[in-house]
């Protein structure tokens, strides 16, 4: 299933939101900064009703939906809109609920066997979490000779300091990160912030 999600833009979104109000204006103002995807997480009880109003109201943005951790999440992330799945990690019951998702799943690694292990079940695109804790843009340049046909999203504890050096490897496809839309940005519903936040990172890491 293709994976074209990782190349629009240099880095994915990893947001946290809670208020289906704040939904719609904080796609529009990561689009309005040229970012074309989104990784919105099930970290909140309301997450799925944001997911459900950026699909309707934003399709110019690509919505994935991360935190995936159950084939219950699957189910209900495909039905919300989800045209692609993210998990931290990657268990036998996910792996099973998402070959029938109908969408492309971004599974989680922090190992070289989780890779290869996932490699085998013809996953290539890889997201590595927690990137920065797990060995950082060191650890993904050791990889890509023995295993030069995976490609990952690096994410966690990436910040637009650090994303060039990930970016810069020839096995990275673009970073994932937080950054663009911090937590007090969102509840001031500061949509300026999250824009030129986006518009710097497309400028620095396109
Ligand atoms: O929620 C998930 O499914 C995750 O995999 C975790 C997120 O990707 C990271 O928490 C983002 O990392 P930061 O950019 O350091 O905030």
């Known amino acids: 299933m293709t994976t074209d999600f990782l190349t629009l833009s240099p880095v994915i979104p990893v947001v946290v939101l809670?208020?289906?109000?704040?939904?719609?204006?904080?796609?529009?103002?990561?689009?309005?900064?040229?970012?074309r995807v989104i990784e919105l997480t099930l970290r909140t009880p309301r997450a799925l009703d944001c997911a459900r109003v950026i699909a309707e109201e934003v399709p110019e943005i690509v919505l994935g939906i991360g935190t995936v951790r159950s084939s219950a999440d699957v189910e209900a992330s495909v039905a919300a809109g989800a045209r692609f799945l993210v998990s931290p990690g990657s268990t036998p019951g996910v792996l099973s609920a998402v070959a029938d998702a109908g969408v492309p799943f971004l599974p989680g690694v922090a190992s070289v066997t989780e890779a290869m292990v996932l490699a085998e079940a013809g996953f290539l695109d890889l997201k590595f979490f927690p990137a920065q804790q797990a060995g950082g843009a060191p650890f993904l340049a050791a990889l890509s000779s023995p295993l030069p046909d995976l490609r990952f999203c690096p994410t966690g504890g990436i910040g637009i300091d650090t994303a060039p050096d990930y970016l810069a490897l020839p096995n990275v496809a673009c970073v994932g990160g937080s950054w663009l839309t911090p937590k007090d940005a969102i509840a001031a519903g500061d949509w300026d912030r999250v824009t030129s936040l986006a518009r710097e990172a497309v400028a620095e890491l396109a």
Do not use: S, T
Request: glycine residues 12%; hydrophobic residues 50%.
């Open 18 to 35: 809670d208020d289906p109000d704040a939904a719609a204006p904080l796609a529009r103002a990561l689009v309005d900064g040229g970012i």
